[in-house]
């Protein structure tokens, strides 16, 4: 593909109240070869989420006072036993927290008295685990995502680089052993190959090269999963248990999978097993003895390309007006992402997204700033979804999808960022927010 390919357009705009606008609008071939990032979870990116924890995170939940972070990668070999009667613990990660939360509930000195104080002591002595917080009580122990990265460490000169998928960040969202600190979640279908699941029904942005652009709202209801190469459909030979309609599933016969991403993570006889937040719970009639450690996934067609985010900012043309799918409100049953914006037209942040027109796809990104650094004519105010919508409807692309905003709002070309990020230091300085994925778009 050559340069000329490629549009790439830097806008600022001024509101009628005189606030600032920016945004990068990129438009490139559709064919154009995509690349999941991720990276490795390292100390550093340990410690920023410590400090994320003990700045917002555990001020806003009275029920915890302390956090223990682990690297996932840690994990591989835990002194914990597989099983716990009518359940097996297939997955390292979530055994380690399965058990290490089990002999905190029984024991309020666990890291002194129990057999896991080597363990504990040794991902603490290599910087693979981070204690924090006030007090050695209530503590909240969550493993972290292991391919939690910088984007700025996949910027290349050949290569189009924007953030993707939302992830768990808040407490709230990660309750159940199952559940993961960064854990992406959404659709992720490159070259015809389902990689992640679509959950909860929000909108997802297909194409193939014989069918085209579509976007429609999908949840993993509407796949075939396949364990150890059978086909479990929802409604026939199998049941899925997903959230905000299930914390825990029904006391019953059969047997529970639980499933987060292309991960099985655990087996259980009877139910009354906990939903995770970025997953579901396959359920079969009878008993099953197979331990199989990864699932697949079959759409009802064939696409090449498909990414789901938060909500449609135009469909089939028509600009979009409303979030057309429920999200946690504050009351009742936690829906992930907890801090989703809920007023369309006023909560302005910083916003990337993705859309197709015809034989092009259109990036943008839109420059924001935390409100306590933002400086009236001088900062990028971001946009609300209608905004961004508005905006969209401006580069005439019939197909877009918001995806992930805020501290990870984040767009590279050929190596450079030409807009700030929206999390700063005291100092005013850019500061990067780790994340579990991103795309990268090769075009040289």
Same mark, same amino acid.
């Given at each position: 593909?050559?340069?000329?390919?490629?549009?790439?357009?830097?806008?600022?705009?001024?509101?009628?109240?005189?606030? *600032?606008?920016?945004?990068?609008?990129?438009?490139?071939?559709?064919?154009?070869?995509?690349?999941?990032?991720?990276?490795? /979870?390292?100390?550093?990116?340990?410690?920023?989420?410590?400090?994320?924890?003990?700045?917002?995170?555990?001020?806003?939940?009275?029920?915890?006072?302390?956090?223990?972070?682990?690297?996932?990668?840690?994990?591989?070999?835990?002194?914990?036993?597989?099983?716990?009667?009518?359940?097996?613990?297939?997955?390292?990660?979530?055994?380690?927290?399965?058990?290490?939360?089990?002999?905190?509930?029984?024991?309020?000195?666990?890291?002194?008295?129990?057999?896991?104080?080597?363990?504990?002591?040794?991902?603490?002595? /290599? =910087?693979?685990?981070?204690?924090?917080?006030?007090?050695?009580?209530?503590?909240?122990?969550?493993?972290?995502?292991?391919?939690?990265?910088?984007?700025?460490?996949?910027?290349?000169?050949?290569?189009?680089?924007?953030? *993707?998928?939302? %992830?768990?960040?808040? @407490?709230?969202? @990660? @309750?159940?052993?199952?559940?993961?600190?960064?854990?992406? %979640?959404?659709?992720?279908?490159?070259?015809? &190959?389902?990689?992640?699941?679509?959950?909860?029904?929000?909108?997802?942005?297909?194409?193939?090269?014989?069918?085209?652009?579509?976007?429609?709202?999908?949840?993993?209801?509407?796949?075939?999963?396949?364990?150890?190469?059978? &086909?479990?459909?929802?409604?026939?030979?199998? %049941?899925?248990?997903?959230?905000?309609?299930?914390?825990?599933?029904?006391?019953?016969?059969?047997?529970?999978?639980?499933?987060?991403?292309?991960?099985? @993570?655990?087996?259980?006889? =009877?139910?009354?097993?906990?939903?995770?937040?970025?997953?579901?719970?396959?359920?079969?009639?009878?008993?099953?003895?197979?331990?199989?450690?990864?699932?697949? %996934?079959? *759409?009802?067609?064939?696409?090449?390309?498909?990414?789901?985010?938060?909500?449609?900012?135009?469909?089939?043309?028509?600009?979009?007006?409303?979030?057309?799918?429920?999200?946690?409100?504050?009351? =009742?049953?936690?829906?992930?992402?907890?801090?989703?914006?809920?007023?369309?037209?006023?909560?302005?942040?910083?916003?990337?997204?993705?859309?197709?027109?015809?034989?092009?796809?259109?990036?943008?990104?839109?420059?924001?700033?935390?409100?306590?650094?933002?400086?009236?004519?001088?900062?990028? *105010?971001?946009?609300?979804?209608?905004?961004?919508?508005?905006?969209?409807?401006?580069?005439?692309?019939?197909?877009?999808?918001?995806?992930?905003?805020?501290?990870?709002?984040?767009?590279?070309?050929?190596? &450079?960022?030409?807009?700030?990020?929206?999390?700063?230091?005291?100092?005013?300085?850019?500061?990067?927010?780790?994340?579990?994925?991103?795309?990268?778009?090769?075009?040289?």
């Amino acid at each position: 593909m050559s340069d000329q390919k490629i549009n790439i357009q830097l806008c600022q705009t001024i509101t009628a109240s005189g606030e *600032t606008v920016r945004y990068q609008t990129i438009k490139l071939p559709v064919s154009a070869r995509k690349i999941h990032l991720e990276g490795c /979870t390292d100390a550093a990116v340990l410690q920023q989420l410590k400090r994320l924890t003990e700045k917002h995170l555990l001020p806003n939940n009275k029920n915890w006072k302390s956090v223990f972070l682990f690297n996932a990668a840690a994990s591989r070999n835990p002194p914990f036993p597989d099983r716990d009667g009518n359940l097996v613990i297939i997955d390292s990660v979530a055994r380690t927290r399965y058990w290490l939360e089990k002999l905190r509930d029984n024991n309020s000195r666990w890291l002194e008295r129990s057999s896991a104080s080597l363990f504990v002591n040794e991902l603490l002595d /290599t =910087g693979q685990g981070l204690m924090g917080g006030a007090s050695d009580e209530k503590i909240f122990i969550v493993p972290v995502y292991p391919g939690m990265t910088r984007l700025s460490e996949h910027y290349d000169p050949g290569r189009i680089t924007i953030n *993707t998928h939302f %992830f768990l960040m808040e @407490l709230t969202d @990660l @309750l159940t052993p199952w559940d993961v600190m960064g854990e992406p %979640f959404g659709l992720r279908i490159l070259n015809g &190959k389902v990689e992640l699941p679509p959950l909860y029904g929000r909108d997802v942005l297909l194409w193939s090269r014989e069918k085209g652009c579509v976007i429609d709202s999908m949840d993993v209801r509407d796949n075939i999963v396949l364990l150890n190469h059978v &086909k479990m459909e929802h409604g026939g030979n199998a %049941f899925f248990f997903t959230r905000p309609d299930y914390e825990v599933t029904p006391v019953q016969p059969g047997t529970d999978w639980v499933i987060v991403g292309r991960r099985v @993570l655990a087996r259980k006889y =009877g139910g009354g097993t906990p939903v995770p937040e970025a997953g579901f719970v396959c359920h079969v009639n009878g008993k099953s003895d197979d331990l199989p450690v990864s699932a697949e %996934f079959l *759409t009802d067609a064939e696409w090449d390309f498909g990414i789901q985010g938060g909500t449609a900012m135009v469909k089939n043309g028509e600009k979009c007006s409303e979030v057309p799918f429920p999200f946690y409100n504050g009351k =009742g049953i936690h829906y992930p992402p907890t801090v989703y914006p809920q007023d369309w037209s006023n909560d302005r942040a910083a916003r990337t997204g993705l859309g197709i027109n015809g034989d092009r796809m259109v990036l943008i990104c839109v420059e924001g700033s935390k409100e306590h650094l933002y400086r009236h004519g001088e900062d990028s *105010t971001g946009v609300s979804l209608k905004e961004f919508a508005d905006l969209v409807m401006e580069t005439g692309t019939p197909d877009f999808i918001n995806l992930d905003g805020g501290g990870s709002a984040q767009l590279s070309v050929y190596g &450079k960022r030409s807009l700030k990020l929206s999390d700063r230091h005291s100092t005013g300085m850019d500061f990067e927010r780790p994340v579990p994925a991103g795309m990268g778009f090769e075009t040289l």
